[in-house]
């Protein structure tokens, strides 16, 4: 860029095994930052004469962004262990406390092996240097502070950020070690809906949420934000609904097609001939496509009585579902863009304490994920005022609400051994089954159900509530 030459390691958050379908990582290994990117860079130095390095990672944390870009070991300092996968909460500040320095040119100026840092997967903002100084000491290796900028965005295409990097050139044509910052700006994120698109209220719900202190007193009520007449959502931005993909990226993409039709069958087949109503979705409030599959799957499973005893609820994160549905025709190809994860069904019994202690659990992706939950029940969301959601509780119908359990039926990403809710599930692994039941074939069986269920017709919304603390 500009006659400097830009090097970019790519790097995943340490705890994918523990957050993503067992089968799609099998035989492989993820491991620390620290143990590798370093190498990754020097290698991109020596061999290729790179003089920038950027880390961009599959991994981040959650910054408090009242403060300055210059405190961030202030704002980003969230060591802590993450529940369920021994993995800490902010991995990017973790790996520039340990990062090693390299001498730029056998000289007195050390500088860091990493130059930039462009984060996610926490889908919460970032725009901060971050320091090597260690937590324990306060003081940072070799006596020699140094500081990384660190930019992560809120995710689903929603934001950008951006960094100016100023370059002092001490030598013509430049090399890897005559190459200098001289100068950063971080740049706070732009929000796309907010500042580019019509139809803009509420079209941001995360920054809403985090920064505002605002919440709606209902999920799934307002028009999703236009741009130029179209509504903005990714199946409509990037796909119509018609094929996964077409012209050379169908192309590119049939080896993977090829897979999904040995596991699915023709996956051009017909679900419903007519969809009567667009199934929205947004996985940080309550959404119709959520309803229609829980809904869906429950009821399959209590008509095919699997087990004998009935399923009194179904819960799911709202992360698991990825896409929605247009109006019109549906095939099974739209339905595996829901859910591409092969994802199993799994059934526990838990006690009042047991599922309250889950809704605590799933509290914890709070505000970029909410609890989706099947009809006649209730999420409360409880707030402390101007600040995030920070509890999810279940409220069960009437008929049941003296019950002293539940059956419980949900996708198995979250019952699984080791994975985000094993500090509660853990201990009662015994009550819990995960099933050889494929999440997708009772979804579709449900579908081609006459007439469809209320939700997936896109009525029955306002399960979830707030309250205030």
């Known amino acids: 860029m500009n006659g400097v030459k830009i090097g970019i390691i790519g790097a995943n958050t340490t705890a994918t095994p523990t957050q993503t379908v067992a089968a799609n990582v099998e035989g492989l290994k993820f491991g620390k930052f620290i143990d590798h990117v370093p190498f990754e860079a020097e290698r991109l130095r020596r ?24 405190d961030g070991d202030k704002a980003c300092q969230d060591l802590s262990l993450s529940a369920g996968t021994g993995v ?46 260690d937590t324990a000491t306060k003081t940072p290796p070799l006596g020699v502070k140094l500081t990384v900028p660190v930019l992560q965005i809120t995710g689903f295409g929603k934001s950008f950020s951006m960094l100016d990097v100023t370059f002092n050139r001490n030598s013509s044509p430049l090399d890897s070690l005559q190459t200098r910052v001289s100068a950063f700006k971080i740049h706070k994120p732009t929000y796309l809906c907010y500042e580019h698109f019509e139809n803009l209220k509420d079209c941001n719900p995360e920054l809403e949420s985090v920064f505002k202190g605002q919440y709606p007193n ?3 009520g307002k028009e999703s934000p236009k741009f130029r007449g179209q ?15 077409s012209g050379d990226e169908k192309q590119a993409l049939s080896p993977f097609l090829d897979i999904i039709s040995k596991s699915f069958g023709n996956i051009d087949r017909v679900v419903v001939k007519e969809l009567p109503n667009a199934l929205s979705q947004d996985r940080t409030r309550e959404s119709k496509m959520a309803n229609c599959v829980v809904d869906t799957v429950l009821d399959q499973y209590n008509e095919k009585k699997l087990p004998s005893e009935k399923v009194d609820l179904m819960i799911m994160n709202s992360s698991a579902i990825r896409d929605q549905l247009n109006a019109g025709r549906i095939t099974f190809e739209m339905l595996f863009a829901i859910s591409p994860f092969s994802a199993k069904l799994s059934v526990m ?8 202690a889950l809704g605590r659990s799933l509290s914890k992706n709070l505000p970029n994920s909410v609890a989706v939950i099947s009809k006649g029940w209730q999420v ?90």
């Open 47 to 70: 061999e290729d004469g790179v003089s920038f390095v950027i880390l961009l990672t599959h991994a981040g944390g959650d910054c408090d962004m009242t403060l300055d870009s210059r």
């Open 88 to 133: 800490v909460a902010d991995e990017v500040t973790e790996f520039i406390r340990q990062l090693p320095l390299r001498n730029s040119d056998g000289g007195p100026n050390l500088l860091a092996t990493v130059d930039a840092v462009f984060a996610g997967h926490r889908h919460r903002p970032q725009a901060h240097f971050v320091s090597n100084i």
């Open 218 to 220: 209902n999920f799934g």
């Open 349 to 356: 019994k838990l006690t009042r304490d047991e599922l309250e």
């Open 231 to 245: 509504s903005l959502s990714l199946s409509n931005l990037i796909d119509d609904q018609t094929n996964l993909a």
């Open 380 to 469: 409360t969301l409880a707030k402390d005022k101007n600040t995030s959601p920070n509890h999810i509780a279940f409220v069960p119908p009437e008929a049941i609400r003296n019950q002293e359990s539940f059956t419980v039926l949900t996708n198995d990403f979250n019952a699984l051994p080791n994975g985000p809710h094993e500090a509660v599930l853990g201990p009662i692994r015994s009550k819990i089954q995960i099933l050889d039941l494929d999440l997708l074939a009772f979804l579709e069986a449900g579908l081609r159900k006459q007439p469809l269920l209320e939700s997936c017709a896109g009525l029955g919304t306002n399960r979830t509530v707030f309250a205030t603390n």
